[in-house]
């Protein structure tokens, strides 16, 4: 095996499998506080998200946590079950469905804020520094989201 390709199969070297690995150890340290507020880490996304902007529908929901309706109706429903948001038809446009916190939904996202608090007082870096990394790492995911920059790969691989 050349050099080139034992380096290309170094996982340490690999910044796709930093990243997974990061986000397994993020939703391990945040699996034990969420347990205790009774919420997965989608569906205290999606409290965030309804934090940000209450009263979205299904689909401005879905393209801000980059979640498939097909993903995201089951959390919705089984927070909808607990109390903690509602769903109805959109008044002016029956296709589309709003969600809407509770005010038991408004009250476990003021707890859900405490978790993201309580981590980023265990992480190592300063805000500036975790910053520029998030925003890194939102500069990757946007470009690997763009079909056309993804196209343009799959050309050079093919030329």
């Given at each position: 095996?050349?050099?080139?390709?034992?380096?290309?199969?170094?996982?340490?070297?690999?910044?796709?499998?930093?990243?997974?690995?990061a986000n397994g150890a993020f939703n391990r340290a945040y699996r034990?506080?969420?347990?205790?507020?009774?919420?997965?880490?989608?569906?205290?996304?999606?409290?965030?998200?309804?934090?940000?902007?209450?009263?979205?529908?299904?689909?401005?929901?879905?393209?801000?946590?980059?979640?498939?309706?097909?993903?995201?109706?089951?959390?919705?429903?089984?927070?909808?079950?607990?109390?903690?948001?509602?769903?109805?038809?959109?008044?002016?446009?029956?296709?589309?469905?709003?969600?809407?916190?509770?005010?038991?939904?408004?009250?476990?996202?003021?707890?859900?804020?405490?978790?993201?608090?309580?981590?980023?007082?265990?992480?190592?870096?300063?805000?500036?520094?975790?910053?520029?990394?998030?925003?890194?790492?939102?500069?990757?995911?946007?470009?690997?989201?763009?079909?056309?920059a993804m196209a343009r790969v799959g050309d050079a691989r093919d030329g």
């Open positions: 095996m050349t050099p080139l390709a034992a380096s290309a199969l170094d996982l340490d070297r690999m910044l796709c499998f930093a990243i997974y690995s034990p506080l969420l347990d205790r507020l009774g919420l997965t880490y989608p569906q205290y996304l999606v409290l965030m998200a309804l934090g940000e902007a209450d009263d979205l529908t299904v689909s401005e929901i879905g393209a801000r946590l980059f979640l498939e309706s097909n993903t995201l109706t089951p959390l919705l429903k089984r927070l909808e079950a607990a109390g903690h948001l509602v769903r109805r038809r959109d008044a002016t446009d029956e296709r589309q469905v709003r969600v809407s916190l509770t005010d038991q939904g408004r009250a476990l996202l003021q707890d859900a804020c405490g978790v993201t608090q309580s981590l980023a007082g265990t992480v190592a870096m300063t805000e500036a520094q975790a910053r520029t990394l998030r925003d890194s790492i939102a500069a990757l995911r946007d470009i690997l989201n763009d079909p056309a």
